[in-house]
């Protein structure tokens, strides 16, 4: 446990950051998890809704600090390349 003022501020602060952050990080990853499934059943419709949404959700973690922004577009590609590759079995 910290003993200096500033570092119990810094902890507190740490704190609510941390769970703000886990808001952004979750809705991104349950969406995200979401469009894969969709993919991976071959739903071409409900895919791309789905994978529009993950992209929409890795965007606002990207804007609030939460991921940074290439890991965001890294995913959003992979995603993408993913929805191409079902669009194009069709």
């Not at 995200?32 to 949404?53: D, H, P, S, W």
């Not at 609030?64 to 890294?74: F, L, S």
Request: avoid cysteine; charged fraction near 35%.
């Amino acid at each position: 446990m910290a003993n200096i003022k500033s570092a119990i501020k810094r902890n507190k602060q740490n704190e609510k950051r941390r769970v703000r952050n886990r808001v952004y990080r979750g809705s991104a990853r349950t969406f995200v998890k979401k469009a894969l499934t969709a993919i991976g059943e071959g739903n071409v419709e409900e895919a791309r809704e789905a994978t529009r949404q993950a992209a929409s959700a890795l965007d606002k973690a990207a804007q609030k600090g939460t991921i940074h922004k290439n890991n965001a577009a890294r995913r959003k590609g992979a995603l993408m390349g993913k929805l191409a590759s079902l669009e194009k079995g069709e």
